[in-house]
């Protein structure tokens, strides 16, 4: 199985995430125990809900990939599960979802409507999540099975561990965030 | 069955009703005047006959190039007589506005709210006019024929996505 997801494309080492070895003796271990304890926050929204309950339930369980408990918070929350079509309307509350997470901080577009639009492609959709949030992977299908969203969350796990993760992550803040109240 | 009501109806309203036919599916339907439609629902409603309680769907129609533009229709139900009756008012775009019939069925409030966010049709005496599913910023009404299908108004601005391929088809033109 994992010899299938070796060969999937896109998962390359950017420059900025390249490491050294004692970075790497670091990062493995960290990348091991985020991947395997991901607290989603299951931003649910239309008929994909259904196979994410399914998928959180007893036959497909997600529990063994250690991703069981749904934060409704976004700020106890590392993964973002966007599921299901996001309207217009409903935009700017999945940035401001977004916004409000900690880094680390994965996102991933569950079925077509949030991979894509989906097939509204009309006055009221958002043509994909990425085009309001960054995505990490991208699980298509309308609905995906159960098994097809495993996939996907093995292919982050594996993205996860490929990154670079510190023991202390010192990152300037983006411009323009003050410290206020 | 649904004779005799279309008949009850031509027979009180001769002015205000006309044209009944027979729709699809066995359906009665007839044509009620803008002006009229407010006491046409309220002797349906209140015939002991008649006693159409519900109005389980008004929705509204745009023929884009007749005049007059729009049509708002009324389904009727009784549960207690079980019939059912469809009214069709012609409503043209320069006066685009048709009396309320929610002081008659509570059961249209959202209906004619949906009629006014999608199509532009005003109702005079709705006590809650405004927008139903599209957001207060919206401008337009997108249900209209000559709105464009794809018309987006996003709130947030769009990430520029480059290094996503989109691929061609319908997705792309956007």
């Known amino acids: 199985m994992s010899a299938d997801l070796d ?24 990348g091991w125990a985020r991947k395997y304890s991901l607290y989603q926050y299951p931003f649910v929204t239309a008929c994909c809900g259904i196979e994410y309950m399914s998928l959180a339930c007893a036959r497909y369980d997600v529990a063994r990939f250690g991703a069981e408990i749904p934060r409704f918070s976004p700020r106890q ?13 409903q935009a700017p509350v999945l940035k401001r979802v977004f916004e409000q997470m900690a880094e680390p901080k994965w996102v991933i577009a569950f079925g077509v409507c949030a991979s894509s639009g989906g097939f509204y492609d009309n006055y ?17 299908g309308c609905p995906p099975r159960p098994e097809q969203v495993l996939d996907g969350l093995m292919l982050l796990q594996k993205k996860i561990q490929g990154q670079k993760h510190t023991l202390i992550d010192r990152q300037a803040l983006p411009a323009g965030t003050g410290r206020g109240p | 069955m649904s004779k005799a009501v279309i008949d009850a109806l031509v027979a009180r309203f001769p002015d205000a009703v006309h044209d009944p036919y027979v729709g699809v599916g066995g359906d009665d339907c007839a044509f009620v005047r803008k002006e009229r439609i407010a006491d046409v629902c309220r002797f349906l409603k209140e015939d002991p006959a008649l006693d159409f309680n519900q109005a389980p769907y ?8 007749v005049e007059p533009r729009f049509e708002v229709v009324y389904n009727l139900t009784s549960t207690s007589k079980n ?41 005079p005496g709705h006590p809650d006019h405004r927008r139903l599913f599209m957001y207060d910023e919206f401008q337009g009404h997108p249900l209209r024929k000559d709105y464009p299908l794809r018309g987006r108004q996003p709130l947030v601005p769009e990430r520029p996505v480059e290094e996503i391929y989109r691929g061609p088809g319908p997705g792309g033109r956007d």
């Not at chain 1, 060969?7 to 960290?30: D, F, Y």
């Not at chain 2, 008004?58 to 190039?65: E, K, R």
């Not at chain 2, 059912?84 to 008012?89: M, P, T």
Request: glycine share 6%; proline share 6%.
């Open chain 1, 77 to 89: 929350a590392d993964l973002l599960l966007v599921v299901g079509t996001v309207n217009c309307k």
């Open chain 1, 7 to 30: 060969v999937v494309p896109g998962i390359t080492t950017r420059r900025e995430e390249a490491m050294s070895t004692l970075q790497k003796l670091v990062s493995a271990p960290l």
């Open chain 2, 58 to 65: 008004v929705t509204a129609v745009d023929y884009l190039g």
């Open chain 2, 83 to 123: 019939h059912r009756i469809r009214l069709r008012v012609k409503v043209p775009e320069d006066d685009c506005q048709i009396p309320s019939v929610w002081g008659v069925w509570r059961g249209v409030d959202w209906f004619e709210r949906y009629c006014w966010d999608m199509y532009g049709i005003r109702f």
């Open chain 1, 124 to 140: 009221a959709t958002v043509q994909g999540i990425d085009r309001v949030i960054p995505v990490d992977v991208y699980i298509p």
